[in-house]
C-alpha cells in the first residue's frame, strides 16, 4: 500500500478543512472517531484542563463497565499495542483496577484507578484523561491551586520555575523539599505514576504544565501550601496561599506572535521560533515564513536556528509547505513504513474494520531548488522537553536528510511516532480516552524504541531558556573565529 502525505490535524479543523484532508488522508494525530457519538473535539493528546467534583458516585457495576468499554476502545483502535506497552504487563494492571472496582466510586477516584494505566503506555498519544466537568480556572477562582510553575524530574524532585501565571518567583531555581509536610519528591512520584507519556522523561516535562490539576484531584485544595524549599544552598520555610492562577508554562501559546516569531541575534545568525504546527490561517504562516526568509536573505545571515522546543504538534502541511521549501535541497519523505488499524469510520469492502495494515511510505516531496529565497547556510533545530508528534516528523526530516543538525539537552521521545489518534468518552464516567491508530518509522527506518536523539548534545535549562540558543551561536562563533584564524596563518 502507499501511504499518502501525513497530515495531522484536530478534530475541528478536519471538520473545516475536509475537502483538503481528501488529498492527504494519512492523518497523524486526529481523524474521525469510531465511536462518533463520543467524539471528542480537541487538538493535541494532553489531558483535559478540567477537574472533577467528588459528588455523584458510580456504581461498581457502571464502573466495570467502563473499564470493559476502555479495553475494547483500545482494542478497537491501536494498530500494535506492543509497539509501546507489554501487553502482559497492561493485562494485569487492568486486573488490578478491576479488584478495585468494588464500592461506588466518583468519577475522580475512577481516574485515580485507571490512570494508572497511563505510565504503562508508554506513549503521549495514548491516555485516560480526567472528564469534562469542572473547569480548573474556575476552581482557582473559587478554591485556589498550587502556586507554583514546576519542572518536574523522573525521580518526583520538583524545580521551581515560576509563580503561577508565569510571573517571575523569587525562588526560581529552588529546589521543593516539602509540601504541606509531605516529602515533595514523593508526591512528585505517584503524580508521575498516572501520568503519560513515552519515556520517564517525557512523562516528567509533561506533568510540570498539569500539576495543578493533577494535584487537585489527588490530594485536594488546600487554602495555604506551607512549603520547604532548598535555595541557593540554604532550606527555607515559606508559606504561601493557593494561588488564583492557572498555570501557563509548558503549555502552547494563544497569540500567534508567541508562536510564530523571528529576530536576527547577530549580523550572522537568525532566529526563528515555530511553537505550533496547530494553526488554523495557514496564509499567516504563510506569510511569516516568507517574510522570515526574505529578511534572513537580506540580512546575509549564514547561520538559522529554528527552535521547536515548544512544539508539540500539529499539521504536517504546516512545515511541508511552509518550511521545507527554504531549507530542503533534495527530495524527502516524512517516513518510511508503517503500521495501521483500520477502525470503523474509515473501513471499506478491501479494508474491514478490525484489520491491521503493513504500509510502505513511498510518498517523496521535491525540493524547490528554484526559490530565490532558500537559505544555503547551516541550520539547527533546537528540540526539547515538549518537542512531538508533528515536530517529532518535521526533527526526523531535518536530521534524516541533513537540512539540519539537531541540538538538545536528551532523548526525550521515540523518533518512530504513533498518530491518527482517537477520542472515546467513557459512558458513565466520562472520562476522556486517547487511542493512536497508526505509527510510522522516521525516514530512514529504526526500531520503535530508538529515540529521538540530537546531533550535538547541549544543557537545556527550563529556569533561563535562551541560554541554549546563546551557546549555539557562541560555539558558531568560535568556530567561525578559528577557522578564519587558520586561513590567515596560511
Same mark, same amino acid.
Not at 481523524?31 to 461498581?60: D, G, H, I, W, Y
Not at 509501546?84 to 483496577?97: G, N, R, Y
Not at 461506588?104 to 484507578?113: I, K, R, T
Not at 547577530?266 to 532566529?271: G, V
Given at each position: 500500500?502507499?501511504?499518502?502525505?501525513?497530515?495531522?490535524?484536530?478534530?475541528?479543523?478536519?471538520?473545516?478543512?475536509?475537502?483538503?484532508?481528501?488529498?492527504?488522508?494519512?492523518?497523524?494525530?486526529?481523524?474521525?472517531?469510531?465511536?462518533?457519538?463520543?467524539?471528542?473535539?480537541?487538538?493535541?493528546?494532553?489531558?483535559?484542563?478540567?477537574?472533577?467534583?467528588?459528588?455523584?458516585?458510580?456504581?461498581?457495576?457502571?464502573?466495570?463497565?467502563?473499564?470493559?468499554?476502555?479495553?475494547?476502545?483500545?482494542?478497537?483502535?491501536?494498530?500494535?499495542?506492543?509497539?509501546?506497552?507489554?501487553?502482559?504487563?497492561?493485562?494485569?494492571?487492568?486486573?488490578?483496577?478491576?479488584?478495585?472496582?468494588?464500592?461506588?466510586?466518583?468519577?475522580?477516584?475512577?481516574?485515580?484507578?485507571?490512570?494508572?494505566?497511563?505510565?504503562?503506555?508508554?506513549?503521549?498519544?495514548?491516555?485516560?484523561?480526567?472528564?469534562?466537568?469542572?473547569?480548573?480556572?474556575?476552581?482557582?477562582?473559587?478554591?485556589?491551586?498550587?502556586?507554583?510553575?514546576?519542572?518536574?524530574?523522573?525521580?518526583? %524532585?520538583?524545580?521551581?520555575?515560576? *509563580? /503561577?501565571?508565569?510571573?517571575?518567583?523569587?525562588?526560581?531555581? $529552588? =529546589? &521543593?523539599? +516539602?509540601?504541606?509536610?509531605?516529602?515533595?519528591?514523593?508526591?512528585?512520584?505517584?503524580?508521575?505514576?498516572?501520568?503519560?507519556?513515552?519515556?520517564?522523561?517525557?512523562?516528567?516535562?509533561?506533568?510540570?504544565?498539569?500539576?495543578?490539576?493533577?494535584?487537585?484531584?489527588?490530594?485536594?485544595?488546600?487554602?495555604?501550601?506551607?512549603?520547604?524549599? %532548598?535555595?541557593?544552598?540554604?532550606? *527555607? /520555610?515559606?508559606?504561601?496561599?493557593?494561588?488564583?492562577?492557572? $498555570? =501557563? &508554562?509548558? +503549555?502552547?501559546?494563544?497569540?500567534?506572535?508567541?508562536?510564530?516569531?523571528?529576530?536576527?541575534?547577530?549580523?550572522?545568525?537568525?532566529?526563528?521560533?515555530?511553537?505550533?504546527?496547530?494553526?488554523?490561517?495557514?496564509?499567516?504562516?504563510?506569510?511569516?515564513?516568507?517574510?522570515?526568509?526574505?529578511?534572513?536573505?537580506?540580512?546575509?545571515?549564514?547561520?538559522?536556528?529554528?527552535?521547536?522546543?515548544?512544539?508539540?504538534?500539529?499539521?504536517?502541511?504546516?512545515?511541508?509547505?511552509?518550511?521545507?521549501?527554504?531549507?530542503?535541497?533534495?527530495?524527502?519523505?516524512?517516513?518510511?513504513?508503517?503500521?495501521?488499524?483500520?477502525?470503523?469510520?474509515?473501513?471499506?469492502?478491501?479494508?474491514?474494520?478490525?484489520?491491521?495494515?503493513?504500509?510502505?511510505?513511498?510518498?517523496?516531496?521535491?525540493?524547490?531548488?528554484?526559490?530565490?529565497?532558500?537559505?544555503?547556510?547551516?541550520?539547527?533545530?533546537?528540540?526539547?522537553?515538549?518537542?512531538?508528534?508533528?515536530?517529532?516528523?518535521?526533527?526526523?526530516?531535518?536530521?534524516?536528510?541533513?537540512?539540519?543538525?539537531?541540538?538538545?539537552?536528551?532523548?526525550?521521545?521515540?523518533?518512530?511516532?504513533?498518530?491518527?489518534?482517537?477520542?472515546?468518552?467513557?459512558?458513565?464516567?466520562?472520562?476522556?480516552?486517547?487511542?493512536?491508530?497508526?505509527?510510522?518509522?522516521?525516514?530512514?527506518?529504526?526500531?520503535?524504541?530508538?529515540?529521538?536523539?540530537?546531533?550535538?548534545?547541549?544543557?537545556?535549562?527550563?529556569?533561563?531558556?535562551?541560554?541554549?540558543?546563546?551557546?549555539?551561536?557562541?560555539?558558531?562563533?568560535?568556530?567561525?573565529?578559528?577557522?578564519?584564524?587558520?586561513?590567515?596563518?596560511?
Amino acid at each position: 500500500m502507499t501511504a499518502r502525505p501525513l497530515r495531522h490535524v484536530s478534530t475541528a479543523q478536519w471538520l473545516k478543512k475536509n475537502h483538503k484532508m481528501l488529498g492527504r488522508s494519512f492523518v497523524l494525530c486526529c481523524s474521525l472517531l469510531a465511536f462518533t457519538t463520543s467524539m471528542q473535539t480537541r487538538a493535541n493528546a494532553e489531558p483535559t484542563t478540567k477537574v472533577t467534583a467528588k459528588t455523584e458516585l458510580l456504581s461498581p457495576v457502571q464502573l466495570q463497565a467502563d473499564l470493559a468499554s476502555l479495553q475494547e476502545f483500545i482494542a478497537a483502535t491501536h494498530p500494535d499495542i506492543s509497539h509501546s506497552a507489554d501487553p502482559a504487563q497492561l493485562q494485569q494492571m487492568f486486573e488490578q483496577i478491576k479488584a478495585q472496582l468494588t464500592s461506588p466510586m466518583s468519577a475522580a477516584e475512577f481516574w485515580l484507578q485507571t490512570a494508572r494505566l497511563n505510565p504503562l503506555f508508554n506513549d503521549a498519544h495514548w491516555s485516560v484523561n480526567l472528564p469534562d466537568t469542572a473547569d480548573v480556572a474556575q476552581l482557582a477562582k473559587t478554591q485556589g491551586l498550587f502556586p507554583l510553575e514546576l519542572q518536574v524530574r523522573p525521580d518526583g %524532585e520538583m524545580l521551581v520555575l515560576a *509563580q /503561577a501565571g508565569g510571573k517571575k518567583s523569587p525562588w526560581q531555581g $529552588a =529546589v &521543593i523539599q +516539602k509540601i504541606n509536610g509531605v516529602s515533595a519528591a514523593q508526591i512528585g512520584r505517584e503524580l508521575l505514576a498516572l501520568r503519560h507519556g513515552d519515556t520517564p522523561l517525557n512523562r516528567a516535562n509533561l506533568l510540570g504544565p498539569v500539576f495543578q490539576l493533577f494535584y487537585a484531584t489527588k490530594f485536594g485544595t488546600p487554602a495555604q501550601f506551607e512549603l520547604q524549599l %532548598e535555595y541557593q544552598g540554604k532550606v *527555607q /520555610a515559606v508559606t504561601l496561599a493557593a494561588s488564583r492562577e492557572t $498555570a =501557563v &508554562i509548558g +503549555k502552547t501559546a494563544v497569540s500567534f506572535a508567541d508562536n510564530f516569531h523571528y529576530k536576527a541575534l547577530n549580523t550572522n545568525a537568525a532566529y526563528m521560533k515555530i511553537g505550533s504546527f496547530d494553526w488554523e490561517d495557514d496564509k499567516a504562516v504563510a506569510a511569516f515564513t516568507k517574510d522570515t526568509f526574505s529578511k534572513i536573505k537580506a540580512s546575509g545571515a549564514k547561520t538559522l536556528i529554528i527552535d521547536v522546543r515548544e512544539n508539540r504538534g500539529g499539521n504536517d502541511s504546516v512545515w511541508i509547505d511552509h518550511l521545507l521549501p527554504y531549507l530542503a535541497d533534495q527530495p524527502f519523505r516524512v517516513g518510511s513504513f508503517g503500521r495501521k488499524k483500520v477502525i470503523a469510520s474509515r473501513a471499506s469492502e478491501a479494508e474491514p474494520a478490525g484489520l491491521v495494515v503493513d504500509m510502505e511510505y513511498k510518498t517523496w516531496f521535491p525540493a524547490d531548488l528554484d526559490n530565490p529565497l532558500r537559505f544555503s547556510g547551516q541550520v539547527f533545530v533546537l528540540i526539547g522537553r515538549r518537542t512531538y508528534s508533528s515536530a517529532v516528523q518535521f526533527s526526523n526530516v531535518m536530521q534524516d536528510f541533513g537540512f539540519a543538525r539537531l541540538v538538545g539537552e536528551g532523548s526525550y521521545v521515540r523518533s518512530r511516532s504513533t498518530g491518527g489518534i482517537q477520542f472515546y468518552q467513557l459512558p458513565h464516567s466520562k472520562l476522556q480516552i486517547i487511542v493512536p491508530r497508526f505509527w510510522l518509522a522516521r525516514p530512514s527506518g529504526g526500531v520503535s524504541a530508538q529515540l529521538l536523539t540530537p546531533d550535538w548534545l547541549l544543557p537545556d535549562d527550563a529556569t533561563a531558556p535562551d541560554a541554549l540558543i546563546d551557546a549555539v551561536v557562541d560555539a558558531v562563533a568560535a568556530k567561525q573565529q578559528r577557522l578564519t584564524g587558520a586561513k590567515t596563518r596560511f
